[in-house]
């Protein structure tokens, strides 16, 4: 994240002046940053598994913020995984920089409209109190970023050990893992071909976000063009998105369509409650799409009338 040109990698300083001045350039397709579990179950963004020595300086500061670690461990063997988060935020790197949470990342890249893809590398998750909470993060986040998981195959086995349980609630995330191609090299020597990745797909959002109201009976129906890429051919998923659709009478909610050119419903579904709602839509070539949505059974009088929302759709292709 960030690599190190402008500080110490995967540092709040360094991501800061990388979205600020190379997000931008030609050739810039994604951000890739790495996540690690705190002692107390905290998800941390730092690189090195085997030793906090190479980023983390012996100085004063940094040995008596690990008093407690360095009783039992040397220096050069103290990992993140020894280190409470309290402490890890103890620690100064290189110019003062800090170790930041995983969440502290994703705030910046909200804060700057982060458009490019965020891949998550997973280094080592041990508890499944700190896996259901980075899942539930990038969950959150997704509504707003384009982000997914990112892990050698023996590091994602180690943190997900369980692949039905922890499949099934990234799928239900609405969460992909793009995980590098095991290659033998002699006998019994296996590693990780990074270039072997599952080629990264793009992202293009199709309907900005935007807050919706269903105030009254003129608003019942609302109508968002698709907007694609100028050089698309069309194909690919629309990723539809409603937040926080909100109502005043506990009816159904809001029902949120795909129409295709000729009037015909491509896909629908109702959504109610809060958060981000997802739902996959594969657009099939139409470059005429545009998304519908429709209150018909709000009641208009009371304290809070109407639904109240957002509307964001993402063009994966």
Known sequence: MGGDVYGPENTLACYKMALEHLVHRKGFTYVELDVQESLDGKVVVFHDLDSIKRLVPRTAGNLKAMERVLKRKRFEAVTIEDLTLREIKSLNLAGGAKIPELEEVFQMSVKHKLKKPILVE????????????????????RGVLAVDLLAFRKNFEVSFPDPVRWGTRMKAAGLRVFTSMRRKVGKNCLICDVEAMTPMPRFHTAVEQQGFTVRD????????????????SGKGVLRVGVFNAKDDSGDR?????????????????????????????????????FVRLEDADTSFGGRHPGNVGALKVNLIY
Do not use: Q
């Open 217 to 232: 009976a003129n608003s019942r129906v609302l109508h968002y063009p698709v907007k694609f890429p100028l050089l698309s």
């Open 253 to 289: 909610g809001v029902r949120v369509s795909v129409i295709d050119g000729d009037g015909r419903r491509v896909a629908s579904r109702f959504v109610k409650g809060s958060g981000w709602e997802w739902f996959e839509v594969p657009a099939n070539g139409r470059k005429d799409l």
């Open 122 to 141: 997973v280094k080592r998750i041990r508890t499944d109190k700190c896996r259901e909470s980075l899942i539930a993060m990038l969950e959150k986040y």
